[in-house]
Structure formats: structure tokens, C-alpha cells
């Protein structure tokens, strides 16, 4: 994730998504040379000009001398099943696709879905049974390494069910502002400091004026 020095992740009114530096854009890429998948929320994808692919050649070889496929695989969560027919990630087919969903899909919905993705996987009633769901990912589709780019409601209910191992996080020179503006980790969160996840700073490195850091779970 990248955010602002005020913890945004985007303006208030959502227009001002990609703020951060090319080399932070690389280094987005370069993680997903290391992850069998590519996770993000509804909302993410339909915002964003993206197919959640590993990118240029150059990426792709990476991942073929790691003993990966040479495309990895997408996921997509929505647990009301709306999801953009017409994002980006759809005009692209060098990758399965796969939707994350609840039973709060409608018939139609998950009927519209299932045209859209290669396979459609219900994992709870109200809300995504994250844990089971990544059982799931493992046996069926054998993703071992997962790389979750938000949105901040994805990523927190990703860190409250105890499943972020490591936390790549670039902090860029701007201030956004905004009460509702979206933060790294928007949703639920926690209501006592004693429940919070924990992190360690693993790593900090200066890149410009960006600041490139790594923390790791407790």
C-alpha cells in the first residue's frame, strides 16, 4: 500500500488514487512477482486501470526463475457480488480470475458473476470467512504466497482475522486531508488498543522522497 503522511490512500472524493512515485509503482510489481495471487476489493478494481497482472516481460521472467507461472492469479472480493462487468481486469484472459462472495449475492448477481470470472467461491453468509476462504485458495488453486492491494475495508478485515504476515507500506510526501477520506485500513477495526494487531518495523529505506518501509506481524 501506499499512503499520504496524513494515512490516505486516496482524496476524500476519491479522485486522487495513484499519488505515488514510478519506483513505487515498480516496487508493486515486483512484489507480485513473488505471489501465486493478486488480491483486491470490488471497489478497487472498478476504480482502478488495472488487470492484476505481473506487468512487463521482465517481471514475468522473474517469476518463471522462482518456479511460478508466468501470470498470477486474480482475486476479487465483493460480498454483495457487485462487481463492475466493465472494470479492466475483465478485458484481460492471460489468468484465471476468481470471485470471493457471500450469500448476500443475489441469484442474479452471482448468475452475471460467473460469466464475468473463472470460478465464483461462496465463503459465508454476511460476510467473507477469510480463513476458509484462503484454505480454500491453497488446496484448490495452491496459493501459497498471497498479495492483498486493498481497499482499506479489504485489508482490514484481512488484519483482524490474523492472516497479514508482512506489511510493504510506502509513506509519500503529501497531506490529503478528509474526515472520510480512505485510510490503509478502513471497516471494523478495533475497539480496544489491547486487541489491535501487532507489527514490527522489519525495514526503512529512503527511495527520493518517498519512504519505503516493511513491517512484519507479531
Request: proline residues 3%; aromatic residues 6%; glycine residues 8%.
Amino acid at each position: 500500500m501506499a499512503m499520504t503522511a496524513d494515512g490516505k490512500i486516496a482524496t476524500e472524493n476519491r479522485a486522487a488514487k495513484s499519488f505515488g512515485s514510478p519506483r513505487d509503482r515498480e516496487h508493486m510489481l515486483e512484489l507480485r512477482t513473488t505471489a501465486d495471487a493478486v488480491m483486491s476489493g470490488a471497489r478497487t478494481v472498478d476504480s482502478a486501470s488495472t488487470s492484476m497482472g505481473p506487468g512487463p516481460v521482465k517481471f514475468r521472467q522473474r517469476r518463471l526463475k522462482r518456479g511460478l507461472a508466468e501470470y498470477n492469479l486474480r482475486i476479487i472480493v465483493s460480498g454483495s457480488g457487485s462487481v463492475n462487468p466493465r472494470a479492466k481486469v475483465f478485458k484481460h484472459h492471460f489468468s484465471p480470475i476468481i470471485i470471493l462472495t457471500t450469500h448476500r449475492a443475489k441469484a442474479s448477481q452471482l448468475k452475471r458473476l460467473r460469466t464475468l470470472a473463472d470460478e465464483v467461491k461462496i465463503c459465508g453468509r454476511q460476510e467473507i470467512n477469510f480463513r476458509v476462504a484462503l484454505r480454500w485458495l491453497r488446496k484448490k488453486w495452491g496459493v501459497r504466497r498471497l498479495l492483498c492491494e486493498g481497499g482499506g475495508e479489504l485489508n482490514d478485515a484481512l488484519i483482524r482475522a490474523g492472516l497479514v504476515n508482512e506489511l510493504h507500506l510506502t509513506i509519500c510526501p503529501k497531506i490529503f486531508g478528509g474526515r472520510h477520506a480512505p485510510t490503509i485500513a478502513d471497516g471494523q477495526g478495533f475497539s480496544h488498543l489491547a486487541a489491535a494487531e501487532r507489527f514490527w518495523l522489519k525495514s526503512a529505506r529512503r527511495n527520493g522522497d518517498e519512504l519505503f518501509t516493511v513491517l512484519i506481524r507479531d
